[in-house]
């Protein structure tokens, strides 16, 4: 398994600012994943974090949205940018360990 | 555009009884299944993955996988009142690692 954290665990924003979610693994591992877990719903991937290179968005994520930094091997922030109400949700890291995929305890967002 | 589809439920069965949880997947491409199981206010946890055609066992819990159907499932045998949960099917999605794609869950419950 992996050792994730998250930092911060929950927080309460005005809407118009940004929140920096970090995230730390126990070793090295050369993908990370944000997801976004809307209330009621399932898990939706924003996007994949390569140490050294841009980050990967998926359809309907965008980085000036969702900026993602990726320093290094154990260590990755996702940022949610100029918040309004429909960005209270869970954000949650993840990791692969061999075939397994790991998360994080999650950073729960409301946007007032 | 890939889906996961699961029965939302809730899916009520007595202690002691067997849960069958079922997963439908559109890409005939996917090649890795994941099992996650959620409590309320925690993060995914990963119960079960399974690759092959057939069924694997791991304790009371039972993956069954028909990639010709198109068509996974969980069995958990021995239902216990801890194994209330939401269980979330997930698929992997582009290239062999990460990039999972979640159905929305099945809310299990387990009577005493």
């Known amino acids: 398994s992996a050792v994730i954290s998250q930092k911060p665990s929950r927080d309460i924003c005005q809407r118009g600012t940004s929140l920096t979610i970090q995230c730390q693994v126990d070793s090295q591992v050369t993908m990370m994943f944000w997801y976004r877990q809307q209330p009621g719903q399932s898990l939706t991937l924003i996007a994949t974090a390569n140490q050294g290179s841009e980050a990967t968005y998926e359809s309907g994520f965008v980085i000036d949205k969702f900026p993602i930094s990726r320093p290094n091997l154990t260590f990755s922030t996702l940022t949610v940018s100029n918040m309004s109400p429909e960005d209270s949700s869970i954000y949650l890291c993840s990791v692969d360990r061999g075939s397994e995929q790991y998360f994080g305890p999650g950073t729960r967002l409301t946007v007032t | 555009q890939k889906e996961v589809e699961q029965n939302s439920g809730p899916l009520s069965v007595p202690e002691g009884a067997i849960a069958s949880l079922n997963c439908t997947y559109s890409d005939r491409g996917s090649q890795s299944f994941f099992w996650y199981r959620q409590y309320s206010g925690k993060s995914p946890e990963l119960i079960m993955f399974?690759?092959?055609?057939g069924d694997k066992e791991d304790g009371r819990f039972t993956a069954q996988l028909n990639k010709a159907s198109q068509y996974v499932s969980l069995l958990i045998r021995d239902s216990q009142p801890s194994d209330s949960a939401t269980y979330l099917c997930a698929v992997n999605g582009r290239g062999s690692q990460g990039n999972l794609i979640f159905g929305k869950g099945t809310k299990l419950s387990v009577k005493p």
């Open positions: 399974i690759y092959s055609n």
